[in-house]
């Protein structure tokens, strides 16, 4: 059994036309499909039967790994996944966090035009080593707030940054996205004992770096932060960075995740044994609400399945057909 690397991030927003304005008129990402949501699929992600959803797949250059899906519901979503940019959650909740972008260097040009499309930058760029990986990173609030982070690998290997990631303009594919982790334990059980994923950097930011990268996340000074990011081996795209704060963790984001909300809902992975993954995830007593259930529409016919990780991430696993 075989799992991809995130084939696609899925935000929901409220205005479809403003979020393609920033992700593909300023960041330069690329229209592969839009329409509705086939019913079967919808029902599968758990949609409600009375809300019609409108979808946008974008990618970097056709790259395959890395998509970003936008949903937009009719009527329209109320609720939201995360909002530790308001107050009203904690920037340690354990839950989803953000969506990451690598950017051309220098990454001033980058802030100023997301910055011009009407997004604020949570904190200015932060450049910081963890192991043997240096960094330059800043986050914006995106549309509905949904937190997005730019980075310049200033020195990042292939197997965290995609050679020619940025080949068709300043800005890649998702190339990671960060979950706030409450049981690293649990997590390298899941995301290595089934998943079959590689961990690439497994590292605590040091004392020398430490309150610099405090500024980025929103946490106070002196707070410690464990770092560790999976890979598919051979994939340096759709990584998945879980980020543990230690004893300063907060309380769990119990079933935020939902693509019936607005912000970072879901993470689409591929699979070539889907019906093994479930057995997987159901012998090792982990949440399953979709089995494994045929539907239609973009991209075609193929199995899907949802089901929830340790940190409250919620999946999609496919299958195609």
């Known amino acids: 059994m075989k799992v991809s690397a995130i084939r696609s991030c899925t935000v929901g927003v409220s205005d479809l036309a403003t979020a393609e304005v920033l992700f593909s008129g300023v960041m ?62 904690s920037p340690t909740d354990v839950g989803p966090k953000a969506i990451d972008f690598y950017v051309a260097d220098p990454i001033v040009p980058r802030i100023r035009e997301i910055e011009s499309a009407g997004y604020r930058f949570r904190s200015p760029p932060v450049r910081h080593v963890i192991g043997n990986t240096e960094s330059e990173e800043c986050l914006f609030s995106g549309p509905d707030g949904v937190p ?93 960075l879980l980020v543990h704060f230690y004893e300063r963790t907060g309380r769990r984001l119990t079933d935020r995740m939902r693509p019936s909300r607005l912000g970072f809902s879901l993470l689409t992975h591929e699979t070539d044994d889907l019906a093994a993954l479930h057995r997987a995830l159901l012998n090792a007593g982990h949440v399953v609400l979709n089995p494994p259930t045929r539907v239609g529409g973009w991209p075609g016919n193929r199995l899907v399945m949802l089901a929830k990780g340790p940190n409250e991430e919620l999946f999609e696993f496919y299958q195609a057909c």
């Open 28 to 89: 330069g990402l690329r229209a592969e499909a839009r329409g509705t949501v086939a019913v079967d699929h919808a029902r599968a992600l758990h949609l409600p039967d009375a809300i019609r959803t409108q979808f946008l797949e974008l990618s970097a250059g056709g790259y395959p790994v890395g998509r970003l899906r936008l949903l937009q519901h009719d009527p329209p979503a109320q609720e939201f996944v995360r909002l530790d940019h308001s107050g009203a959650d």
């Open 148 to 240: 997005v982070l730019i980075m310049v690998g200033h020195r990042h290997s292939d197997a965290e940054q995609r050679p020619g990631c940025l080949a068709n303009g300043p800005y890649s594919e998702i190339a990671t996205i960060s979950v706030v982790c409450g049981d690293p334990s649990a997590s390298r059980d899941f995301y290595e004992g089934i998943l079959g994923m590689n961990a690439l950097v497994d590292a605590e930011t040091d004392s020398e770096h430490r309150n610099r990268v405090n500024t980025l996340t929103g946490v106070p000074d002196e707070t410690r932060i464990q770092f560790r990011l999976y890979a598919e081996h051979g994939e340096a795209s759709g990584k998945i």
